[in-house]
């Protein structure tokens, strides 16, 4: 039987590579529905080109706006509009797969529905473990779901983790996050005070959205990384490490006790996680370019405390800490970055200054630890307010 997929976030950049991988495989998988937030146009094609039963748009005019061009093309795919539409195809009973691709704290309740309905869930939604924690892990213990990384960095640790899960705390010594280094590796601490949206979004391997884009300029992206591997392969904050891979060739890596290191290698392209996660523990084909060895480039690595990273990337340090902190500080720092970006983004802010709201926003600590999803989006309500307070200071 062909496994039918849910594509949460389906114009996005994932969404969209997640669909061009289903399109080489239709004898294996049928897309059951497609979820956007504003684009319209996007999600009309896609619609005429998959054929979902379901369409789910964020707010009712979109939605409205999707159902009269679909209704026009002859169309027979029924749009849904709302929150909780999201969480119905999220956890449809007819789904097997559910691609978790919604950016930011919005995708936290669609993914705990997709949990707790024990379907095998892909996620590229950072945030359901930096802001979900231990209260989304016990949703997909509850479940039974099968949760499987799609995140380039931590595919290539699931892939390089032994088979059984019972040995990684006795076999593995530690875990390995590769980062490129963004656009701004070499770029002089001083300077980045002047750097415009546009240049922080011109990654220089990976075609991304402009918020992770950014993340990836600040490395605060390998910051919430840092905090999803914590909790996706049970590690101590000990036992999780970075080190600066400008070349994105090697994906990740994992030391063993006897330090031997076993590594994924790959072209930068997302559907070679997005392939592993549909087919696992098969493999299929991507559609991504082979390496190839003979024309590679050197592979070069750079530690985190190299001249001019410190200053660079000060906001990579703020995992650790969010880490040893009380439940619920990784929340408190995700829903501080997404604020700050958004204020970059939107002229509001300087890149520099994404830094100081973080930390200025973590500074004020936690009123109570959070224990359910309500508690975890009350925190991020609060947390979002206190830093477009720290926003409104610096715009002064």
Known sequence: MKQRVV?????????????DV???HPDRFEVLALTAATQVDVLFQQCLTFK???????SAEHARALAEQLKAAGSRTQVLSGPQALLEVAAHEQ????????VGAAGLAPCLAAARAGKRLLLANKEALVVGGEVFLDAVRAGGATLLPIDSEHSAIFQSLPADRSAWSIQVDKIILTASG??????????????TPEQACAHPNWVMGRKIS???ATMMNKALEVIEARYLFGMTPEQIEVVIHPQSVIHSMVQYRDHSVVAQLGTPDMRV???YGLSWPDRIHSGAQALDFRAMADMTFEALDAPGHAERFAGLHLAW?????PAGTTAVLNAANEIAVDAFLTGRIRFDQIHQVNLQTLSRGLDNSPHSLQDLLALDAQSRQRAQQVVQGLSR
Request: proline residues 7%; glycine residues 8%.
């Open 7 to 19: 594509v949460l976030g389906a114009t996005g950049s994932i969404g969209t590579s997640t669909l």
């Open 273 to 275: 996680p997005i392939a």
């Open 214 to 216: 950014v993340d990836s």
């Open 321 to 325: 800490e969010a880490l040893r902190a």
């Open 52 to 58: 979902p039963a379901l369409a789910v748009m964020v």
């Open 95 to 102: 789904a097997d797969v559910v691609m978790a691709a919604i």
């Open 182 to 195: 963004g656009p701004f590796r070499t770029r002089e601490p001083h300077t980045l005070r002047d750097v």
């Open 22 to 24: 289903l399109a080489r």
